[in-house]
């Protein structure tokens, strides 16, 4: 099992920054990929960025140039660095990690971080 710990979501003003942060603790491969995914009301959830333990990144066409995903691979730790955020920002972030041991492959998602963007 894989148990995935969200920090640093809150209520920020549009143009504000935010930098959560998840950790990742239990059986997770040394190989693998962790990311934000957000969701709001109604929605789908869908990818805000990703990044792989070597270090290849991915992001929503919506949070480029503006959000940066980082990783400490020792602590099993990824950060997504939000800034110029928009009130369309605003949505409980997920992290999730994913990952192949032999054959299997394991999905894990956290709890959930609301990121709220006033106007």
């Known amino acids: 099992q894989v148990q995935l710990v969200e920090s640093g979501g809150g209520l920020v003003q549009a143009g504000g920054s935010l930098r959560p942060s998840c950790a990742a603790s239990g059986s997770i491969s040394s190989h693998n990929t962790m990311g934000w995914y957000r969701q709001t009301p109604g929605n789908t959830r869908e990818l805000g960025a990703s990044i792989t333990s070597g270090g290849s990144t991915n992001y929503a066409d919506s949070v480029k140039g503006r959000f940066a995903i980082s990783r400490d691979n020792a602590k099993n730790t990824v950060y997504l660095q939000m800034n110029s955020l928009k009130p369309e920002d605003t949505a409980v972030y997920y992290c999730?990690?994913?990952?192949?041991?032999?054959?299997?492959?394991?999905?894990?998602w956290g709890q959930g971080t609301q990121v709220t963007v006033s106007s």
């Open positions: 999730n990690a994913r990952f192949v041991q032999g054959i299997r492959p394991y999905n894990y």
